[in-house]
């Protein structure tokens, strides 16, 4: 049977059983090193003909070591992870899965907001050692929202903020103010958005840092910042000296930078602990979005083993 490299970690680990899709389409799945540990490559990527992979690099050196490769599918949607242009010199096709973690992600966000606002963890964390002291939080209707990045990930959080009785402020720099208003949104500049919304929620691309030690000096009074994007959207040290002064109010995300040395985060402080709130990359993590995902992705996979197009080609 014909070899289909895995490193995706939660590759077929939803409902759906995508590893009897491929071996009933023929194919051998076969899991590897998530990090790419190029020892064990070297053993398992002469005889692929496709690669499901997660999010560590892969640079024409690894694929150089796979004289057999069609396909690299991404799992998720970004892909710049993958050299694209050794990928296409040595004909192979680099594929991803647009949108299908994108409700997984938005949920995820409105669900950092209500604790970032609520401080729901920290409270819950007290009650276990019997402390009932209470905690005065602020309500989220009738807040400005201010979403940095309008793609598909922040159009379904404007239209829930929206609906959850805010008002909601985009800045997007790639789309049009007019889109923007038809859609039922204000557009702001991000100076602006840093003045005057109460609730930021970061979903831009990129790894330049938004949140700066400018933005938190200009920022309005206690206002409560979400990244569910990048760790490197922010400044982790101005964030912390922000919380610390009472110019922000609280901050919540799923990622943080230096996450193998994270003990030593300006925002793991003791001080602050109770107005910041970090998980670990869980915004796709539901069984639907992996479903999805891996889906996609298969689907991808068996398209170009058997001569056909991709469905989501980005090389």
């Known amino acids: 049977m014909k070899k289909i490299l895995i490193t995706s970690r939660s ?15 023929g194919y051998e799945p076969k899991y ?16 692929a003909i496709a690669w499901i992979a997660g999010t560590s690099k892969i640079t024409a ?8 490769l069609k396909i690299i599918a991404r799992y998720g949607v970004g892909f710049e992870s993958v050299d694209l242009v050794a990928a296409r010199e040595r004909g192979i096709v680099v594929t991803n899965t647009p949108g299908a973690n994108s409700l997984a ?17 920290t409270s819950a964390s007290q009650v276990r ?41 985009i800045s997007d ?18 100076p602006e958005i840093s003045t005057g919304a109460e609730i930021v929620s970061l979903n831009a691309p990129g790894d330049g840092a938004i949140v700066d030690k400018s933005w938190v000096s200009n920022a309005t009074a206690d206002q409560v ?11 982790e040290s101005a964030i912390a ?48 979005a992996v479903d999805l995902m891996g889906s996609m992705a298969t689907a991808n996979v068996l398209a170009i083993l058997a001569g056909k197009p991709a469905i989501n080609v980005v090389s």
């Not at 940095?148 to 609906?163: E, N, Q, S, T, Y």
């Not at 790639?174 to 923007?180: A, G």
């Open 225 to 235: 910042i979400i990244n569910s994007a990048r760790a490197e959207l922010v400044d």
């Open 173 to 190: 720099p790639f789309i049009d103010s007019e889109e923007i208003k038809e859609a039922g949104y204000i557009p702001k500049s991000i």
């Open 241 to 288: 000296d922000g919380l610390r002064s009472g110019k922000l109010f609280s901050y919540a995300a799923d990622t943080l930078q230096g996450e193998k040395d994270s003990a030593n985060s300006p925002l793991m402080a003791e001080d602050i602990s109770s107005k910041v709130t970090i998980t670990a990359h869980l915004g796709a993590q539901t069984v639907e």
């Open 129 to 169: 050692v019997a402390n009932w002291s209470v905690i005065r939080g602020k309500q989220l209707d009738g807040s400005v929202v201010g979403i940095v990045g309008f793609g598909r990930i922040g159009r379904i959080l404007a239209g829930k903020f929206k609906a959850l009785g805010c008002e909601v402020w």
């Open 32 to 47: 590897a090193d998530s990090k790419h540990d190029l020892t064990e490559l070297t053993k398992e990527l002469p005889d």
């Open 105 to 121: 992600v938005a949920e995820l966000t409105i669900g950092l907001a209500m604790n970032a606002l609520r401080a729901i963890s």
């Open 61 to 68: 050196d690894v694929m150089d070591l796979a004289q057999n």
């Open 11 to 25: 590759f077929s680990s939803g409902n759906l059983d995508l590893l009897a899709q491929l071996t009933a389409a």
